[in-house]
């Protein structure tokens, strides 16, 4: 908090003291400007360019004027956007008493008569102002720690890229002499003689984002010591290598958010991927991964691709994704259709591609077209001929025919069905209604418009006898 600080009609509380008459309050701010801020606080305009002594003036707050002039020494000459300088703003009020004091503030201002207060008000005001000045204070301090710690923070983090080892790479030595929050390396061939990856880059403690790619996939490993150095990580990308696995000092990243490791060999997540609470962002397609389970309880998650890989579930905690956003999964071996994925209101693209999903569950119909664009199941033995229909193109525009149809026939899993062929009462999804067939012959709909054309034809020959 600084005396520029603004509340939510972007006033500072001189403006404020000043337009209200605040004097106490005044004194207060004076205080702290005398003491930590400069004579330009005390001419901080507002939107009209109007100072706090304008505003005194305005509002004929002889006590603030006084102290404005007398112990903030503003400025009598200063004018707004319309021209107006302070006294003008006291003539134009008539307010006299501040126009005498304007015309000649070093003039002693005569004795008031005294007037006996109540002792109680005199402690109240003694009370108030001491609380005042505990506060500023207060605010003064918590500063000053703020500005140690970032001074302290800064002196120790110099220290540590100092001490890196010489840099091979120049991209790194840049990082390490400006201190530079990014790190990208791509198509690079590696150093043999020193490792695949410049030794400098672990000591790069200062980078919040990461890349490497380097040429002829040369990168194999990654040392987790050295990785787990890089604490203020959010993005790490090392997609293109040929990295057998992620070393388990991953979870260490507790501020990654963005995690893109695809066209790798990696046929496992760490376990201490589970650490990873704020990740948003997970890339890992075009590897032999068999589970995502380390994934299974991250709430944060946005976007997941995952296509081409050897996965047979993906169980992710969808009843607590509320932001995300895409799945996409192509080119596994799984074969049920994720049924939480219904809880996901904000999903725009789904994509289970060429996997073994039969059905399509009935939770679906939950989402609605205007989140969700697109939805590609090609390539699935689908047993639901009209799904088969809807998805055998990825046309945005079936989606919502899909939707429709799912909610009323969409697969209901291990719901019992009904007995003795008793129809159910009450509203859809209730009651024993019957569970809907799971697969549809194509020919129905056009039985159902025969019928339909029929009975029409008959109900117009009535007409006409």
Avoid at 179 to 198: H, N, Q
Wanted: with cysteine; aromatic share 4%; charged share 30%.
């Amino acid at each position: 908090m600084t005396i520029k600080t603004e509340n939510d009609d972007e006033e500072v509380g001189l403006q404020i003291a000043a337009a209200g008459g605040y004097a106490q309050s005044m004194e207060v701010l004076l205080e702290y400007v005398r003491k930590t801020g400069s004579a330009e606080d005390i001419e901080v305009p507002d939107e009209d360019g109007r100072t706090p002594l304008m505003l005194a003036c305005y509002n004929g707050k002889y006590d603030c004027v006084r102290l404005l002039v007398l112990e903030g020494k503003a400025k009598l000459t200063t004018k707004c956007e319309n021209g107006k300088t302070a006294m003008d703003y006291a003539v134009e009020r008539r307010q006299d008493r501040i126009i005498a004091f304007l015309k000649d503030p070093k003039k002693p201002e005569p004795e008031p008569e005294l007037e006996e207060e109540d002792e109680e008000e005199e402690a109240r005001k003694r009370v108030f102002k001491a609380s005042q000045k505990l506060s500023t204070q207060a605010a003064g301090n918590k500063q000053d720690e703020v500005y140690r710690a970032r001074v302290e923070a800064a002196e120790k983090l110099e220290k540590e890229l100092a001490s890196a080892a010489p840099p091979v790479w120049p991209e790194v030595e840049a990082v390490l002499k400006e201190t530079r929050r990014e790190l990208s390396v791509r198509g690079k061939p590696g150093v043999p003689e020193r490792g695949p990856v410049d030794p400098a880059v672990w000591g790069c403690v200062c980078l919040y984002e990461l890349r490497l790619e380097l040429a002829d996939k040369v990168l194999t490993s990654l040392p987790g010591a050295g990785l787990a150095r890089l604490t203020d990580l959010v993005t790490l990308i090392v997609s293109g290598n040929a990295l057998a696995e992620l070393p388990d000092e991953l979870g260490t990243l507790t501020k990654l958010r963005n995690l893109e490791a695809a066209g790798n060999a990696l046929t496992e997540l760490p376990a201490s991927a589970a650490k990873l609470t704020q990740l948003q962002v997970v890339d890992v397609s075009n590897n032999a991964i068999a589970s995502l389970a380390p994934l299974s309880a991250l709430e944060s998650l946005v976007s997941v691709n995952a296509g081409s890989n050897k996965l047979t579930a993906l169980d992710l905690a969808y009843e607590s994704l509320e932001h995300l956003g895409s799945l996409a999964a192509p080119n596994n071996e799984i074969a049920v259709f994720p049924r939480g994925l219904g809880c996901c209101q904000l999903l725009t693209s789904v994509d289970f591609a060429s996997n073994k999903i039969e059905q399509v569950p009935i939770e679906l119909g939950n989402l609605t077209v205007k989140k969700l664009q697109q939805v590609v199941l090609k390539d699935n033995p689908l047993k639901d001929a009209r799904i088969r229909r809807f998805v055998e193109d990825d046309s945005p525009t079936l989606v919502k025919d899909l939707l429709n149809h799912v909610r009323k026939n969409g697969w209901k899993g291990d719901a019992p069905a009904a007995k003795g062929g008793k129809k159910g009462k009450g509203k859809k999804g209730k009651g024993q209604a019957a569970a809907a067939p799971q697969e549809e012959d194509d020919s129905d709909g056009d039985a159902n418009i025969a019928e339909l054309l029929a009975a029409m034809n008959k109900g117009s020959g009535d007409d006409s006898d």
